[in-house]
DNA sequence: TACCTAAACTAACGATTGTTAGTTTTTATT
DNA sequence: AATAAAAACTAACAATCGTTAGTTTAGGTA
């Protein structure tokens, strides 16, 4: 008999959803506890810190992103399908997770000890992502347009998925990121 | 002889400034004045609550989007002509206002009286945005996607632009117009 | 039954929050 | 120089913040 969700993941995956609603600023422990059905001294029992918390929300989907982004990069495949492949992972990740989403994409700022490490994870991946683009766009598998621009886009648009899957629980998520890969990489004109 | 900026506009100025630094319940009265060079209680002088400050931020920049998107709605254009007006209408509006941006996206869920008014706004300006792709549509300018999809693809880059604007201060804002046009219409394949 | 541990509780702490009241200083106008 | 208005100041308020200390309760194990 495995347990299936410790105390503490039920508190981190109960926050995620509050800091999704308010943000981590405007959340209290109080809330949290509220939420939680118990009182806010008592959930010292299960992490550290409110802190402790956010990274742990934060790191996990950042980590689980820069993973997937090497598994990609070491890929064989054409750049369309490299691309295609990430439109996949930020699918699948922000299916799963779409309360941790929003952390990453706006409370980051918000991390103290691991907001450096946070911010080199970031980077490492739009670096990957542009050296994809430019791979090609040297292949003339892709348009010769700005490749800063074109990444800007794309993760724009991944990036915000969280915001948007919740609406949309009927379309099965490999569905989605064909018809978003299409979209992205084909354009909407006739 | 007109006075340039209020002191006011010079406070809400540079609370957007912070909002979008640290996002607006983690910024506090004594941040500003202190950036603003004053005391805390000096600010009362000028605004009657820190939730008006926020107030000002985003119902402005939202009134200029409804305006905007009105223009558009009534000229008589192709559909993928008024879609690139609203490209160009994003890129005009942030390119001003990065920093209010950043309010208008990340803590409009702080607004009190006027929430419901945004949302209001907010959800007529989609739904717009929806008519327009789905005219294309019918016209056969558009391919025959899921018309909310390519709604959420673009919309999510143009609402994203102020995170972006700030270190492209080089490009012009019509050739990014045009550029992002392009990508978000045509795609990027060859 | 006796015991241990996990997980809840009450009470409180020092710090910080947005804001108000009342006062003084600065600036501009006559 | 006198005056009025604008804009700063000091001091403080009640409320709320994250967190700690110490205690009690519930559940499983010896």
Redesign the interface.
């Known amino acids: 008999m495995r347990k299936l969700e410790t105390r503490k993941e039920e508190i981190v995956r109960v926050a995620a959803q509050l800091f999704k ?6 959340v209290t422990m109080r809330d949290l506890a509220a939420e939680m059905g118990i009182k806010a001294a008592s959930l010292y029992n299960h992490i550290t810190s409110k802190q402790d918390i956010l990274q742990t929300i934060i790191i996990s989907l950042a980590e689980e992103f820069t993973e997937g982004m090497n598994k990609v990069i070491r890929s064989e495949k054409s750049s ?1 399908e490299k691309l295609k492949k990430i439109v996949q992972l930020h699918v699948t990740i922000a299916s799963a997770n779409t309360n941790g989403m929003a952390s990453l994409n ?2 980051w ?2 991390l103290e000890d691991q907001l450096e490490y946070y911010l080199k994870l970031r980077n490492d991946y739009e670096q990957n992502f542009l050296v994809i683009i430019k791979e090609g766009v040297k292949n ?4 010769s ?2 490749p ?3 990444m ?2 794309m993760l ?2 991944l ?2 998925l969280y915001l ?1 899957l919740p609406n ?1 629980e009927d379309v099965s998520s490999s569905d ?1 990121a064909l ?2 890969s ?9």
């Open positions: 609603e308010k943000g981590y600023s405007a369309i706006t409370d700022m918000h003339l598998e892709i348009k347009k700005n800063e621009v074109i800007f886009s724009s648009t990036r915000s948007w949309k989605l018809h978003l299409e979209i992205l990489i084909e354009g909407i004109n006739k």
